[in-house]
């Protein structure tokens, strides 16, 4: 069965890059027809999708965050990533990874089990 | 961008009652691409319903979800104890992904 696992600083200094990897096992990151996201959720708040990776390598981002957002992909690895880049106080939040499946289609059906990022000098 | 609002934003029910969950899109929203999640305290969100109708692996047939265009409803026909929790809706379009504000169910 899929998993998905992010991983990466917990603590991000302001105005640095926050970088983070899902890694993905029990399945292959370029099996066709899915999109890999990433979302986050400040605490006590509601989810935020950031933007997602289609197999192909294709990106989409939140307009909201464009300017500042870059997701890539390493399939020799099975894993894609991450980067915010100026990051403030407002970007402290859990962030998800998640795949949409087959047969839901452009629904996130598999998620990792997030991974807190505080941003605080 | 298309913005989802969802109400109310607390429901306080008693196990056994039904509950009724509204998302309101700003515009119309293919129903293909409407979905629904449940997420408990210190957990992952779980995808309930897809296609703005259709139960995703495992999930009880207590959870329906119904709705076209811009209005859209979740359905819980009987509330466990394991359902209370908070859920929102998503939709997909124009390669954008966008999230309500959430309903938290809570224990009346």
């Known amino acids: 069965q899929l998993q998905l696992q992010e991983s990466g600083p917990g603590l991000v200094k302001p105005s640095e890059t926050l970088s983070l990897t899902c890694s993905v096992s029990?399945?292959?990151?370029?099996?066709?027809?899915?999109?890999w996201g990433w979302i986050r959720q400040p605490p006590g708040k509601g989810l935020e999708w950031i933007g997602s990776?289609?197999?192909?390598?294709?990106?989409y981002y939140n307009p909201s965050l464009k300017r500042r957002v870059t997701m890539s992909e390493d399939t020799s690895k099975n894993q894609f990533s991450l980067k915010l880049t100026s990051v403030t106080a407002a970007d402290t939040a859990v962030y998800y990874c998640?795949?949409?499946?087959?047969?839901?289609?452009?629904?996130?059906?598999?998620w990792g089990q997030g991974t807190m990022v505080t941003v605080s000098s | 961008e298309i913005v989802l609002t969802q109400s109310p934003g607390t429901l306080s029910l008693s196990p056994g009652e039904r509950a009724t969950l509204s998302c309101r899109a700003s515009?119309?929203?293919?129903?293909?691409?409407l979905a629904w999640y449940q997420q408990k305290p210190g957990q992952a969100p779980r995808l309930l319903i897809y296609?703005?109708?259709t139960r995703a692996t495992g999930i009880p047939d207590r959870f329906s979800g119904s709705g076209s265009g811009t209005d859209f409803t979740l359905t819980i026909s009987r509330l466990e104890p394991e359902d209370f929790a908070v859920y929102y809706c998503?939709?997909?379009?124009?390669?954008?992904?966008?999230f309500g504000q959430g309903t938290k169910v809570e224990i009346k």
């Open positions: 296609g703005a109708s």
């Open positions: 998640a795949r949409t499946g087959t047969p839901s289609g452009v629904a996130f059906d598999i």
């Open positions: 029990g399945g292959s990151f370029s099996s066709s027809s899915h999109y």
């Open positions: 998503q939709q997909y379009g124009s390669s954008l992904w966008t």
């Open positions: 990776i289609f197999y192909t390598g294709s990106t």
């Open positions: 515009q119309s929203v293919s129903s293909s691409y």
